[in-house]
């Protein structure tokens, strides 16, 4: 594609469409190249762990789960840019969000792919399995869904669709969301420490949409995050302490009780509040420093 020109006397020059490193105007972008280093991590890691992977006791089984986990955590960070934009008073992270949501896509396609490779690319039974098995149906459709949001994320498809109906589909993130946690929940047989602190943080991002929705405005003030931070954290352990008194035919009020033992490790809950707290401090910060920056600048002459 042809970017714009900068100035009337010198046009840009055009930049390949698979440039993602570069800015709209052509430019080296910084914060592209941080994206795409971050989508590349789980790659590195991998590679560096390769040895391990490969003598345990099933290597595809092993990086289908990585794959999955790392599409959930890119989802997060994808749905983390407009909160950590306003509240870090950075509206160029914007420009990195296409490109973080696309890497999501690329690493659940592979998660379907190594899938398919471990069931020997048998695909009657494939389907078979997709179709019996709740956690793949689950799996599956969340999956068609993020398919359908990264085939209509580019620039043309926008146009067509115009600007109403896309973002109205892309509305479809929140329930994709719900299935991919669900999946994650039914694919963690035992310790199900992690997916809820997932599961916790998720819910502060789509709180923190609500809570915007509800007052009206973008930014919101310090105080409203804390108390965000804390009805969020309660939440997650009013929900695991419900979720592990069913499974395991304790009451609930014991789970609770055991969340200040910190002996025997630190709760989900306690992790979401120290993640919602820190959301607190940059806010604070920044809107402390933006007022001091507004007191220094000069009044014009009148």
């Keep these: 594609m042809t970017i714009a020109s900068t100035n009337r006397s010198s046009p840009s020059p055009a930049v390949a469409a698979w440039q993602i490193w570069r800015d709209r105007r052509g430019r080296l972008s910084a914060l592209r190249i941080v994206a795409l280093a971050f989508l590349l991590l789980p790659l590195a890691k991998a590679l560096v762990e390769a040895g391990a992977i490969y003598h345990g006791a099933r290597p595809l089984n092993d990086l289908i789960h990585r794959a999955g986990f790392w599409s959930l955590v890119f989802l997060g960070v994808t749905l983390a840019i407009t909160p950590l934009r306003r509240v870090g008073r950075f509206g160029a992270l914007i420009d990195v969000r296409r490109i973080l949501g696309v890497g999501c896509f690329c690493y659940i396609a592979a998660h379907l ?71 994650y929940f039914q694919q963690t047989k035992a310790d199900v420490t992690v997916p809820t602190f997932v599961a916790g943080l998720f819910l502060w991002l789509i709180a923190y949409r609500l809570l915007v929705w509800w007052r009206g405005q973008n930014e919101q003030s310090t105080l409203s995050l ?20 069913l499974q395991f035919h304790v009451s609930p009020l014991r789970v609770l009780d055991a969340a200040f033992d910190f002996g025997a490790g630190i709760r989900p809950g306690w992790q979401v509040l120290a993640a919602g707290l820190a959301v607190v401090v940059v806010n604070a910060l920044r809107a402390r420093w933006n007022g001091q920056g507004a007191r220094s600048r000069p009044v014009p002459a009148t």
């Design 113 to 183: 792919l190594l899938y398919v490779a471990d069931q020997g690319y048998d695909f009657s039974k494939i389907v078979h399995e997709i179709s019996h098995r709740v956690y793949l149906i689950v799996g599956g459709v969340a999956w068609l869904g993020l398919a359908a949001l990264a085939v209509t994320s580019t620039d043309g498809m926008v146009r067509r669709l115009g600007g109403k109906r896309w973002r109205r589909l892309h509305q479809l993130i929140y329930g994709i969301v719900l299935l991919a946690l669900i999946h």
């Design 226 to 245: 804390f108390g965000l931070a804390i009805v969020v954290s309660a939440l997650v352990f009013i929900g695991e302490a419900i979720g592990i008194g």
